[in-house]
Each structure stands twice: as C-alpha cells, then as structure tokens.
C-alpha cells in the first residue's frame, strides 16, 4: 500500500503524463492506468472543493487579473483551509514500482525524483 497526499499527486501529475506515453511491460501498464484514473478523479474533485473554498469566501467578482479572488482579511482562513485539502491523504492498493520492472525506458533524472514512492530501487 502506498499513500499520497493531493500535493504529492499534484506534484506527480506531469511525470506520470509523461510516463504515460511510454511503452510499459502490460502488467505495469494495466496497474498505471487505474492508477492514473485515480489520481486524475482526486485531483479533479481538489479543484472543484478548492473552487467552492473561493466562492465561499470571496464576497464579489474580481475586477480585474490583479485583484484577488479572495479578500484580504479571509487570506488566513483560506490558507488553512487549501492547506488542509492540499494535505488529504489518499491510499492506493499496489506496492511502488521496481525501476527494473520498467526496463530501458528513459526518463528524466527530476520526473524520477518527482516520482519517489511511486518508483522504488
């Protein structure tokens, strides 16, 4: 079992794009298809919760690019609670991935680095 919290996944999010598209060895693949489905479900209902955290505390429409969403006063408040949803942990059923598993496929030294805990040695 393997634990990620909604910032590690939107920190994962690029690197696994990218290791999408690679030619995976078929039990790999199968498992990183699910896998990806998840973390595109979570990350998607992160920014629908994040999006209603913004209209519950922004009091008017912005004016412009510049003004904040948010108003100054309820910045706090808006943090602890992005911080909150940002740090909720999600299981998921598989062991991190033996880098041998996945053969000669080139990869990037940072989407490695991008990718610890779901990579392993």
Same mark, same amino acid.
């Given at each position: 079992?393997?634990?990620?919290?909604?910032?590690?996944?939107?920190?994962?999010?690029?690197?696994?794009?990218?290791? %999408?598209?690679?030619?995976?060895?078929s039990?790999?693949?199968?498992?990183f298809?699910?896998?990806?489905?998840?973390? /595109? /479900?979570?990350?998607?209902?992160?920014?629908?919760?994040?999006?209603?955290?913004?209209? %519950?505390?922004?009091?008017?429409?912005?004016?412009?690019?510049?003004?904040?969403?948010?108003?100054?006063?309820k910045?706090?408040?808006?943090?602890?609670?992005?911080?909150?949803?940002? %740090?909720?942990?999600?299981?998921?059923?598989?062991?991190?991935?033996?880098?041998?598993?996945?053969?000669?496929?080139?990869?990037?030294?940072? /989407?490695?680095?991008?990718?610890?805990?779901?990579?392993?040695?």
């Amino acid at each position: 079992m393997v634990k990620f919290t909604v910032q590690d996944l939107l920190t994962m999010r690029a690197p696994l794009g990218r290791l %999408s598209e690679k030619d995976l060895p078929s039990l790999i693949a199968f498992s990183f298809a699910k896998f990806m489905k998840r973390v /595109d /479900d979570i990350i998607r209902d992160f920014r629908q919760q994040r999006a209603t955290l913004v209209g %519950s505390m922004s009091s008017e429409e912005p004016q412009g690019p510049e003004d904040p969403l948010v108003p100054q006063e309820k910045q706090q408040e808006f943090q602890t609670a992005l911080q909150g949803l940002l %740090s909720t942990e999600h299981e998921f059923g598989f062991e991190p991935i033996n880098i041998r598993l996945l053969g000669d496929i080139a990869m990037k030294p940072v /989407d490695l680095t991008l990718l610890q805990g779901l990579i392993t040695e």
